[in-house]
C-alpha cells in the first residue's frame, strides 16, 4: 500500500526540485516548463520517519531516470553516492534504520521551517543564482547527518 502523501511531502518534494534549479540530477534535463515530469525520488523510502524528509535523503529525477533508478537499486545507490558521497548516504540509510516517531508540533515546525527555506531558494533564483542550493532541515531532524565527501564515517 502506498503512503499518503501530505501537505509537508509536498514541501518537502518541492524544496528538493528548486534545489536542484528543476533539472533532473541524473540525466540532467531542464523540466522548469514541466514541473509535473520532476519528481522527489527518496534514497530511503518515505515510510522512514527518520529520514522521509531529511534533505540529504532525496533527489531530483525526471519520471524516466525515477522509474529506471527505481528498478536498479544499485544503480541508484552508486547515483546517490556519486551526487553526496558514500559517507553521507552511509549516515542517512543508518539513519533510517532508527525508528522516529514525530510529534504533530514537531511536523508543524518542519513544514514553517521547510516553507521558509522555500522562501529564501526562490529570492535565491530571482537574484541569478543557478546551479544547486542546498537547504537544511531543522536541527532536531537533521540528527548530525551532514554531507561528508570522502571523509571516513
Not at 531529511?54 to 531516470?65: I, M, R, T
Not at 559517507?87 to 516553507?115: C, G, N
Request: hydrophobic share 35%; charged share 25%.
Amino acid at each position: 500500500m502506498a503512503l499518503k502523501r501530505d501537505k509537508y511531502d509536498a514541501i518537502f518534494s518541492e524544496l528538493v526540485r528548486e534545489r536542484a534549479n528543476w533539472c533532473c540530477e541524473s540525466c540532467g534535463r531542464d523540466f522548469s516548463n514541466n514541473r509535473a515530469s520532476l519528481h522527489c525520488s527518496h534514497i530511503n523510502g518515505r515510510r522512514h520517519t527518520a529520514t522521509r524528509w531529511h534533505p540529504l535523503n532525496a533527489l531530483a529525477h525526471c519520471v524516466g531516470c525515477h522509474r529506471r533508478l527505481g528498478e536498479e537499486p544499485i544503480q541508484f545507490a552508486r547515483h546517490a553516492e556519486y551526487e553526496y558521497g558514500v559517507m553521507t548516504i552511509e549516515q542517512v540509510s543508518r539513519a533510517a534504520l532508527h525508528p522516529m516517531k514525530i510529534k504533530p508540533w514537531q511536523k508543524d515546525e518542519l513544514y514553517q521551517h521547510y516553507k521558509q527555506e522555500l522562501v529564501r531558494l526562490k529570492q535565491l533564483r530571482i537574484t541569478g543564482v543557478l546551479g544547486s542550493i542546498e537547504f537544511t532541515a531543522p536541527d532536531w531532524y537533521q540528527q548530525n547527518i551532514t554531507l561528508r565527501m570522502g571523509e571516513a564515517a
